[in-house]
């Protein structure tokens, strides 16, 4: 069997690998200037949208393994941002936006949705329903 180079443009993998390199390096740049990631502002997110998960059911919710949760987790942390504490019931380690936490993921949620917008320029909505259902079927959702 002969691979060609046209197959390997064709790959799901290494297109979806580029794709999201490409937009994690759009996405950090926007964000650097406020002192976090791409996956930082996901963590963040979750921390607010799914309040009292246990640490690890946060890193299910958003893809991460357990040294990037971690790790994200630590520099967060160390900034101000998030604080983790026991949940009384299972004694799970749960985690919550402090009060610089919760302002700055306003701000970075407003500036998400800008770009959103401009990453949507040029794509029709159809477009882009089609790439998120099949990107979540492939991610195994």
Known sequence: MTILPEDLARCLVLNTVAASRALLRVGDARLK???VTVQQLSLLAAIRFHPGQPVMS???LIALDR???TR???V???NGL???VANAP???RVCELTDI???LLDRLLLLWQESQAALMEGISPEDAETYLRISKRLAGG
């Open 33 to 35: 200037p406020f002192g």
């Open 58 to 60: 946060l890193a299910q």
């Open 67 to 69: 040294t990037s949760l």
């Open 72 to 74: 994200n987790l630590d």
């Open 76 to 78: 967060l942390e160390r």
């Open 82 to 84: 998030v604080r983790r």
């Open 90 to 92: 299972k004694n799970a």
């Open 101 to 103: 936490g919760n302002p």
